[in-house]
């Protein structure tokens, strides 16, 4: 191991990583926002709308995330569609993200049985005191692991960047093993670094997950 | 109850952190202790010249994506320079070619974790690359261009104006050249010549540096676009690379690559895979004979 070596290209992994967490917290953002609406247009049944969302979510959810950046980086320009690279994966992050979160969310809201909502009724609540008192506190709770499990898969997913440009951690690894051909210390640092990254989402994910674990009976 | 879990899921971190740096750290002490008898420590896992042709089999390192060098045709074959010659030395080796495709960045890598016996894909020899693999006698010559299209020709690399980019593919000496040379220019790295191109052709940036057979065979294949600095850098050479101290096959090659000059060999490579691409203009100060390269 040369930590000569790691000290001088610790500043470029540094930016990669900023790069990486930039590019993952706003793909992020939207894939939740997309989500929250498809998953919405599901629950409600909204027609036609319903159908793209359906159509949208098997069309993102059994395509890879390489192929749809493909598409966007390389594709779109054909069409007159042109965006920076990373616009292209914060927009490919979303679009592969909204299905999962879709799904996640649709799970959550369906888990909560329709006794529940009666029940409120029965007592004399609106359908917005019902969605905002009764459905949405448990369904956000049964949904919170999957929800968890999504992000950090959408930040493991941006290590394909590369085929895109964008200097990821992925792509600084292997272009500095190319220019200076340090295999061992590179990817030592490759997981060093996502590691720092994820670590910390999977730890408050899970403080998260105890904590708004009240939904059904028990625990 | 709080407290014990945040041990576990620490515990659980540290185990894997350690298991990985383990792993990391014994791969280079693996090599090293399997190949005990090479100087050095050297942590090379090659096969000798005798284990390859017992396996009736060699393995070499192409691209895939480089046409006219190494590029896979519409038949799904493995066709180019370096393959016509990968094939030339499979067959007087009295063993069967198994083309390994490999992007730029990765050819070390195949030849020290003994993915590949050789590199044949268009490998320039630098220093920098001789410490890690051993290359044999050149094959060809090279050295770096720029090409841009033709309504913005770049001739000279001075006075950059920074809000443009150069594309180089990750692992070239184009990338290590500009990089060392001009510090100043953004470049725009990709892991393929295919995704290169590609970007290069929806003007991503406005010029693309690399060898300069490459980019003259690109101006002369895709209308639109110039070679504005036909040669950069230092002349080098292009030689086939094997691993660090296999030294029974980097021996076989060299005097392989002395008695194929003597049949013009690689003149008549050249006529099979590159003169419809650049025309027989080129032949003479790219091609390198018998291992020797003549002054030019």
């Not at chain 1, 690894?173 to 295999?183: N, P, Q, S």
């Not at chain 2, 290359?135 to 060809?140: E, K, L």
């Not at chain 2, 230092?234 to 690559?257: C, Y």
Request: net charge negative.
């Amino acid at each position: 191991m040369n930590w000569e070596f790691i000290g001088k290209y610790l500043p470029m992994y540094e930016k990669a990583a900023l790069l990486t967490v930039k590019i993952g917290v706003i793909g992020i953002l939207f894939a939740i926002l997309l989500g929250l609406v498809c998953a919405a247009i599901q629950y409600y049944k909204v027609p036609v709308l319903r159908w793209i969302v359906a159509v949208y979510v098997e069309l993102s959810r059994n395509t890879p995330l390489l192929v749809q950046l493909f598409f966007i980086y390389y594709g779109f320009p054909k069409i007159g569609i042109r965006m920076s690279a990373e616009v292209c994966g914060v927009v490919g992050l979303a679009f592969l993200g909204g299905s999962y979160m879709a799904e996640a969310f649709r799970s959550g809201l369906e888990a909560v049985e329709p006794i529940q909502n009666e029940s409120a009724i029965s007592l004399g609540m609106n359908s917005g005191q019902v969605l905002r008192y009764v459905i949405l506190p448990q369904a956000m709770s049964t949904s919170i692991p999957a929800f968890v499990a999504n992000i950090i898969f959408l930040l493991k997913e941006t290590s394909v960047f590369s085929a895109i440009s964008l200097m990821d951690l992925m792509f600084t690894a292997k272009d500095l093993i190319g220019l200076y051909y340090k295999t061992t210390e590179s990817l030592f640092l490759l997981v060093v670094f996502y590691l720092l990254i994820l670590l910390p989402v999977s730890i408050v994910g899970s403080l998260v997950e105890r904590r708004m674990r009240y939904a059904g009976f028990g625990d | 109850m709080k407290k014990f879990e945040w041990k576990s899921v620490l515990a659980l971190a540290l185990t894997g952190a350690l298991a990985l740096g383990l792993t990391a750290c014994g791969s280079s002490d693996n090599g090293a202790a399997a190949t005990g008898s090479n100087d050095a420590g050297s942590k090379a896992v090659y096969r000798t010249l005798d284990e390859i042709k017992e396996s009736g089999t060699i393995n070499i390192g192409v691209f895939s994506d480089k046409n006219p060098f190494g590029y896979v045709d519409e038949n799904g074959e493995y066709q180019g320079y370096d393959v016509y010659y990968a094939r030339r030395l499979g067959e007087d080796l009295g063993v069967d070619v198994n083309f390994v495709s490999t992007e730029a960045a990765n050819r070390i890598e195949y030849l020290q974790t003994g993915k590949v016996d050789v590199i044949l894909a268009n490998f320039t020899v630098t220093p920098e690359r001789a410490e890690e693999v051993d290359f044999a006698v050149p094959y060809m010559n090279v050295a770096l261009g720029v090409v841009s299209k033709d309504d913005n020709v770049i001739t000279t690399l001075d006075n950059w104006n920074a809000d443009d980019s150069i594309i180089v593919i990750s692992g070239t000496t184009a990338e290590t050249y500009l990089i060392a040379n001009y510090p100043d220019i953004p470049l725009q790295k990709f892991d393929s010549y295919a995704t290169a191109k590609e970007a290069f052709e929806n003007g991503t940036s406005v010029a693309w540096a690399n060898d300069n057979t490459e980019v003259i065979a690109f101006a002369l294949q895709n209308e639109g676009y110039t070679v504005g600095i036909p040669s950069l850098g230092s002349a080098d050479t292009i030689a086939p690379a094997v691993s660090k101290g296999n030294t029974t096959l980097l021996d076989w090659i060299n005097d392989e690559i002395a008695s194929l000059g003597e049949e013009n060999f690689f003149h008549a490579d050249y006529e099979a895979t590159l003169a419809d691409t650049y025309g027989l203009d080129y032949e003479d100060s790219l091609v390198v004979e018998g291992g020797k390269v003549t002054a030019q």
